[in-house]
């Protein structure tokens, strides 16, 4: 979730503010299993108001869709970074690595050595994930404010663009060059399954209408020599609901078929108990009926997968937005539910689930508490103090399901 969504979603105004959460510190029926002798195949008289004559129903015991998490750490340790890949590789099929703080334009053109800064973060990332664990890779061409260019990355991210890079744009041929040449090393190195090209793509769109037209160019001649090179990998763009029916909403479905066409899946980034216009946000008993089916219009029959996605399992209070939600475990292990349920219903290719652990000693220090961050603190499926929460039990009884 951009810093622009947040900025541009009623009702938080934070107009101006450049925060994202990167991914380098940001899903079936889930009829969660209670399984019981009454419900177990060829059981006839286990009092559950069936006659042997009728057809039953049993739980599901298998899942269409792939589950994974993104590494994002929940304190700024080695102690951290260590717990949360490892357990992430545990409970997941895949691990999602979103590199969102730039791009190391000029060498990445040249062909030259990155920053060092840069090649500790992608072999430290390398390092971390187990040599046979699938992977899904995002590498965003966006700013943070999703309505240009990416920052540099040199020695720090997301660093402000230098001529002649300040003045290019996303169909300039250095700029496709540049980014292609940086795709194809990330690729090779990380060898994903799924490489999304474009995170949050529909944010450009509402934010900057030329400017997106411009990324559709960058789209096609990326995406076609990534084809040329990696015939197998799934490429994709995501896609940022907003609330179904609302002027954004229909600003995306209206304009964003140029790009749809390039890329092999549509993937979905949504965090509706704060970004969408409904009662009590907190409850996800109260999301409106096509919170999620209104990516099929979007897609237009292509594939979907869930990029990204998160419940609070506390109260979410940020006065400088007027927020207040109110939410509890309960309401997060429901959304969990809901969210398996809408997944396999659309025939979803995955599911990524954002913080396995909630972040409040990162957003305490290394964050600054930042306001914008604190949307996502509490969306762990541990507590700040590594205690289980309710939605986990839900998340491992899916993830037991056969593949």
């Known amino acids: 979730m951009s810093a622009a969504t947040a900025a541009n979603e009623q009702p938080i105004i934070v ?36 006659s042997a004559g009728e057809p039953q129903n049993p739980p599901p015991v298998t899942r269409a869709f792939d589950m994974g998490f993104t590494t994002w750490p929940y304190d700024a340790t080695v102690t951290a970074v260590n717990f949360v890949y490892a357990e992430t590789s545990a409970r997941g099929d895949f691990i999602a690595h979103h590199l969102d703080g730039g791009i190391p334009w000029q060498a990445a053109l040249d062909g ?53 890079w300040d003045t290019r744009d996303f ?61 197998d990998l799934r490429l994709m763009i995501s896609v940022a609901l907003k609330s179904p029916g609302s002027v954004r909403a229909e600003t995306i479905e209206a304009n964003i078929g140029p790009l749809i066409g390039l890329v092999d899946v549509i993937g979905i980034s949504v965090y509706p108990y704060v970004f969408f216009d409904h009662a009590e946000k907190g409850d996800p008993a109260n999301l409106p009926s096509d919170w999620f089916s209104q990516i099929q219009v979007i897609a237009n029959g292509k594939p979907v997968a869930v990029a990204e996605t998160a419940w609070i399992a506390e109260r979410l209070e940020i006065p400088a937005f007027g927020v207040d939600v109110m939410a509890n475990e309960q309401n ?72």
């Open 332 to 403: 997060q292990a429901d959304y969990m539910v809901e969210l398996f349920a809408e997944a396999e219903a659309l025939d979803a290719e995955f599911v990524v689930w954002w913080a396995l652990v909630d972040f409040d000693a990162l957003w305490n220090a290394a964050l600054g508490q930042d306001p914008v961050a604190r949307i996502w603190r509490d969306t762990g499926l541990f507590d700040e103090s590594l205690n289980p929460r309710p939605a986990l039990d839900t998340w491992q009884q899916q993830f037991a399901l056969t593949k």
């Open 112 to 164: 030259a050595a990155y920053d060092p800064a840069v090649e500790a973060e992608i072999q430290a990332r390398l390092d971390n994930t187990p040599a046979d664990q699938r992977m899904y890779l995002a590498i965003s061409p966006f700013n943070t404010g999703r309505d240009g260019l990416a920052g540099h990355w040199g020695a720090g991210t997301n660093e402000p663009l230098l001529a002649p």
């Open 171 to 231: 169909d300039s041929p250095e700029v496709i060059a540049a980014y292609t040449s940086f795709a194809r090393d990330m690729i090779t190195r990380f060898q994903p399954t799924y490489f999304n090209l474009g995170i949050e793509a529909s944010e450009l769109l509402v934010n900057d209408l030329v400017q997106f037209n411009r990324y559709v160019t960058f789209a096609a001649k990326v995406s076609g020599a990534l084809r040329a090179d990696f015939p």
């Open 15 to 50: 107009a101006g503010l450049t925060y994202r959460h990167t991914g380098g510190m940001k899903f079936l029926t889930a009829i969660v299993l209670a399984l019981s002798v009454a419900t177990m195949a060829g059981c006839g008289g286990g009092g559950s108001g069936s």
